[in-house]
């Protein structure tokens, strides 16, 4: 990801909250800058207000472009399965509001009651995800708007029918390429995918750091968990890739693992060169894979590569035959199972991309349980029953826009002013449930306004004021709003609002009108929404984020331990808890950089919290390892101080978490994993010896988790004495 600054504060070596706020202001993300996406966002809102003045309505064109304007923002570079359900939904939900809204307005009271209940549910669908926020957030924003238009309800049901057919027109032109491209949305998440394997193979995982590739691999599970319900040769490929990668994956860290343990023993430089060739080689063949994926040629660019790994392997093979048989020897022949393994991922994935291997009698399966249970009754009702209480952020953050729309409202009432629904819009656009989203946003869109009415003024000021000119300008605008405001909100705000003022303007209003109210309407809904969220501030709950962190990957921790019982690992239960674990790790990060732009958060509350986040990595690496080894006789029963330390293991993350939760826990209450870990070394135990990997992965485990225990403890202790 590339980012980068405006301006920069003053450097301190001390945490700064308005430092982070000032970071997340100034944040420009170029990742997020889809240029293409951007322009035919533009062309769609262009279409949909041709086609909605064309009908003669009464606010038909607007309500068409809103309506595309809107739905845009569901727009996206996912497959074009999920990217169509979901720009769809949207369509519905924006229409639907649009029409609501507008009958609202037929009754005395029907406005603030229909209001305040919409805020409610907008609120709530953060617990959701960040599409069902977004969706509920530009209802809300329709709902508003068409609360304030006097308008018949045949000429209603025109202008939400026109809303809907903007944003269906927005969803036509985003998945046009469906038939032609079908899966060229989940092509490049594969091509993302093994080049950032092959820049893990390369370099060594630094202490504390999170597991690598992470991002891509979340990524590409998202894009391809569809395929599993097409049989047809082109998923089956993508998702054979998708299996090859994440092998490999393991396989890379397991060795990149060993590269460090080899050094931290001081084995003799020669292995340590071998296998530092060796992951450099495999690390230009997995670039070359993605580099040929990315294209889309089908070449096989990696061969030369592939085949310089296959000469690598033998001469390790060569160097360690006949050697007397030692624990050592055992290590060696560990590195050689993953070297030969990882070689022939390779040679399934080159020919993969290149379309030369066949997939006939291939089989995935339906979609992993994660993914089939998002959107069913029982966990949505689940959800919204953990989420009604007071200690839930969702909730209050739902309590906080209803009241606040609630009173915008009666501002907006009172005051009677050309367009005042632009106080309780601007009250939706600018409530959020943390801290720094909503202060960020809030002085991004004061600031962002008043730039954008100062270049919708010049605009139109000095060009002519013809319906083509103003249309194009719109179209502009509209294009820089969708390009270059994903990287950073401030340029939003600027566009967006010289746009809207271009749009109304259409409609006959006079510019200089238009400016001087939205200007004042932004000011008084700013101040509101930023005020109500100092008076009742929501901190943020990292306890939960990293107490779901350590359940998953207690679930993963336990799937990947059946290998050592005695029993095969589950390969759908492993996929499940790793991208449970994948989540929730996204999860707790977005939550600590949030933590850390609230003004109440010190130095040692964000060097603690950051101390613990790398206690997690180090765990989940060491089980990612242990997930790569070897499979022995699986005849051979497990020792009962291989079952006691898996135990006890789960029963210290199960005793963190209770930790996270509230209830007190000291440190006689844990089970002593040191003990259980010397006794596991002394057992014969296959896999846990003196000088094997797993050896040296149970120590992590052990380590890890007894200072994170530590960690956790005086995390608490920080929390209880700030609250």
């Not at 308005?18 to 262009?46: D, E, H, Q, V, Y």
């Not at 993969?352 to 995935?364: E, I, M, T």
């Not at 336990?558 to 019982?565: D, I, N």
């Amino acid at each position: 990801m590339q980012t980068g600054t405006f301006a920069k504060p003053p450097q301190s070596c001390e945490h700064s909250s308005w430092r982070a706020l000032w970071t997340i202001l100034t944040s420009f993300n170029r990742s997020k800058m889809a240029p293409r996406m951007a322009f035919r966002n533009a062309a769609g809102m262009l279409l949909s207000l041709a086609v909605g003045t064309a009908t003669h309505a009464v606010f038909g064109g607007s309500a068409a472009a809103l309506g595309a304007l809107f739905v845009s923002y569901s727009d996206g570079r996912d497959p074009y399965r999920q990217r169509a359900f979901r720009m769809i939904a949207a369509s519905v939900t924006v229409a639907f509001a649009a029409f609501i809204g507008g009958m609202s307005h037929q009754y005395r009271f029907g406005v603030g009651v229909v209001a305040a209940a919409a805020a409610f549910v907008a609120g709530m669908s953060v617990a959701f995800g960040d599409t069902a926020m977004n969706v509920g957030t530009v209802s809300l924003v329709m709902l508003t708007i068409f609360s304030a238009q006097q308008l018949p309800p045949e000429g209603l049901l025109k202008a939400a029918l026109l809303a809907l057919l903007g944003g269906l027109i927005q969803t036509a032109l985003s998945v046009a390429f469906w038939p032609v491209r079908r899966y060229d949305p989940e092509r490049r998440a594969l091509a993302a995918l093994f080049g950032g394997l092959g820049r893990t193979a390369e370099s060594a995982i630094q202490p504390g750091a999170a597991p690598p590739a992470s991002v891509q691999m979340s990524q590409a599970q998202a894009a391809l968990q569809n395929l599993r319900l097409d049989s047809g040769d082109e998923s089956l490929q993508y998702l054979s890739l998708l299996s090859q990668g994440e092998r490999a994956r393991l396989s890379v860290i397991r060795l990149l693992q060993m590269q460090a343990a080899l050094g931290a023993n001081g084995q003799p430089g020669g292995d340590g060169e071998t296998l530092s060739r060796f992951l450099c080689a495999v690390g230009r063949a997995l670039q070359a894979i993605g580099e040929s994926l990315s294209s889309g040629t089908g070449s096989n660019s990696s061969h030369d590569q592939i085949v310089k790994v296959g000469g690598l392997i033998e001469e390790w093979r060569t160097h360690h035959t006949g050697n007397v048989i030692s624990p050592e020897t055992a290590t060696m022949k560990d590195a050689l199972f993953q070297m030969d393994a990882l070689a022939g991922q390779l040679r399934a994935a080159a020919d993969l991309a290149a379309g030369s291997a066949s997939v006939r009698g291939v089989s995935f399966g339906p979609p992993s349980a994660l993914q089939s249970r998002r959107f069913s009754t029982n966990s949505i009702v689940d959800t919204l029953r953990a989420n009604l209480n007071f200690q839930s952020a969702v909730f209050r953050h739902a309590v906080r826009l209803t009241i606040c729309l609630t009173i915008a409202g009666m501002i907006a009432h009172a005051t009677n002013w050309s367009r005042s629904y632009w106080i309780p819009m601007t009250v939706v656009i600018l409530l959020r449930p943390d801290f720094a989203a909503t202060f960020s946003r809030g002085l991004l869109r004061v600031a962002g306004t008043i730039v954008g009415l100062i270049v919708a003024t010049a605009q139109i000021h000095f060009l002519p004021p013809t319906v083509a000119v103003r249309a194009t300008l719109i179209g502009a605008c509209v294009f820089l709003l969708r390009w270059l405001g994903p990287a950073n909100y401030g340029f939003f705000v600027v566009c967006v609002t010289a746009a809207i003022v271009l749009l109304i303007s259409l409609t006959g209003v006079p510019p200089k009108t238009l400016i001087q109210a939205r200007a004042l309407d932004t000011l008084i809904g700013g101040a509101l929404a930023l005020s109500a969220y100092a008076l009742w501030p929501t901190r943020e709950p990292v306890d939960a984020a990293l107490a779901a962190l350590l359940a998953a990957y207690r679930e993963y921790f336990g799937a990947v331990a059946q290998r050592y019982l005695g029993s095969a690992m589950d390969e759908a239960v492993l996929s499940r808890t790793k991208q449970a674990a994948r989540l929730a790790r996204s999860n707790l990060e977005a939550s600590i950089e949030r933590l850390a732009a609230e003004p109440s958060t010190d130095t040692n509350q964000i060097e603690l919290v950051r101390s613990m986040i790398a206690s997690s990595h180090r765990f989940v690496l060491a089980t990612m390892a242990l997930e790569a080894g070897e499979t022995k006789n699986s005849a051979v029963p497990a020792s009962p101080e291989a079952q006691q330390f898996v135990a006890d293991v789960q029963t210290t993350l199960l005793g963190l978490e209770s930790v996270l939760h509230g209830r007190e826990t000291g440190p006689t209450e844990m089970p002593d994993l040191r003990n259980d870990f010397r006794l596991l070394l002394k057992s014969n135990d296959p896999y846990f010896h003196s000088h094997s990997l797993e050896a040296v992965e149970g120590d992590t485990t052990v380590n890890s988790l007894n200072t994170l225990g530590e960690q956790i403890l005086r995390w608490r202790g920080q929390r209880q004495a700030h609250s």
